[in-house]
């Protein structure tokens, strides 16, 4: 019965969430065509303007629904001040597809409506893909090494991609969302990359390098945020859908990245992308302990503050 219960409120969730994105719709349609359509900057930034108008209520709405539904506690751990009209570079772990939408809830409107780096195919997905390219977040191929080895142009084509977003971005506030480990982390993914985190994917520095660079002189800071399902290894969506997941810790805060590695040509100087990986490791090997502590049951940490005392 338990379970019963637990999957009828998880399909309530799915079902409000449809509500919502299909309402939301109603506005998005015309305001990106207008977008698509029209040359002229003075009739395309009011359409944009609409359009994260849309995106704003419909993460609300659905934020509503997933946290009504599953009575979620999110414990949001701000370590930032509030600037709205600030342009930032957001880096992040993955563990499961509310992460994004967790996000969402947490950052705004203390801080721009995040973009984030998302895959090609999610471009197809209805609705979605259409509010996803009006916000003109940025969608990677990602190929593999065998394509890559068979057509080496393709190296530097999802570079390409992220330095016309940032272009884009420069004139607007922002959030620019990477999550690092490019995928969300599984034991049979951290297994399969040979991670050396407990509950972590390597992260992939290339993004996160080239939007800095390519945003740096108009940056308000590079931002860490850490996501954690206390007490929960191996996170879902589902199961934070059900209930089955009772509190979320979200911290966000600003990172102290080094002066020389603001800019650089990480493609290029294989000096500059060795110091790049190694910063990002650092900051990837505390996150590990944390994400670690509190999602292990065993463990008595359920804030970060208590994870050095809980050892």
């Keep these: ?5 637990a999957n009828l409120r998880g399909g309530f ?3 409000g969430m449809i509500a919502v994105t299909l309402i939301g719709f109603i506005p998005l349609l015309p305001a990106s065509l207008v977008k698509l359509a029209a040359p002229w900057p003075w009739l395309r930034d009011p359409a944009t303007r609409v359009v994260l108008w849309v995106a704003r209520w419909w993460a609300r709405g659905v934020n509503g629904v997933i946290l009504a539904a599953s009575q979620t506690h999110v414990i949001y751990d701000q370590q930032v001040p509030d600037n709205p009209d600030g342009r930032y570079v957001l880096i992040s772990n993955h563990q499961c597809w509310a992460d994004v939408m967790l996000l969402c809830h947490v950052v705004e409107p203390q ?3 995040p973009r984030y780096f998302i895959k090609e195919p999610l471009r197809w997905l209805p609705v979605v893909g259409l509010a996803c390219w009006a916000l003109d977040f940025p969608f990677m191929k990602r190929h593999s090494r065998a394509e890559i080895e068979k057509d080496p142009s393709l190296r530097t084509r999802d570079m390409d991609t992220v330095r016309r977003s940032c272009e884009v971005f420069r004139d607007w ?3 620019i969302v990477n999550y690092a480990e490019g995928t969300r982390s599984t034991a ?3 297994a399969a990359a040979n991670s050396p985190y407990r509950a972590l994917l390597p992260p992939k520095a290339g993004g996160t390098a080239f939007t800095i660079n390519a945003m740096h002189d108009v940056l308000d800071g590079v931002l860490d945020m850490t996501v954690a399902y206390v007490n929960t290894p191996e996170p879902t969506f589902w199961d934070l859908l059900c209930g ?3 509190r979320v810790m979200i ?5 102290d990245i080094p002066g020389d590695l603001l800019e650089g040509d990480y493609m290029g100087d294989p000096e500059y992308r060795a110091r790049f990986k190694r910063w990002l ?3 990837w090997a505390e996150k590990d302990i944390e994400v670690a502590a509190l999602q292990d049951p065993s463990q008595s940490a359920t804030r970060f503050s208590q994870i050095e005392s809980s050892g």
């Design 281 to 283: 490791e650092d900051v």
């Design 244 to 246: 089955r997941i009772e």
């Design 188 to 190: 049979a993914k951290r």
């Design 173 to 175: 506030p922002v959030s």
């Design 1 to 5: 019965m338990k379970t019963l219960l």
């Design 13 to 15: 969730a799915v079902i």
């Design 111 to 113: 801080l721009p409506f």
């Design 251 to 255: 911290r966000v805060r600003r990172l």
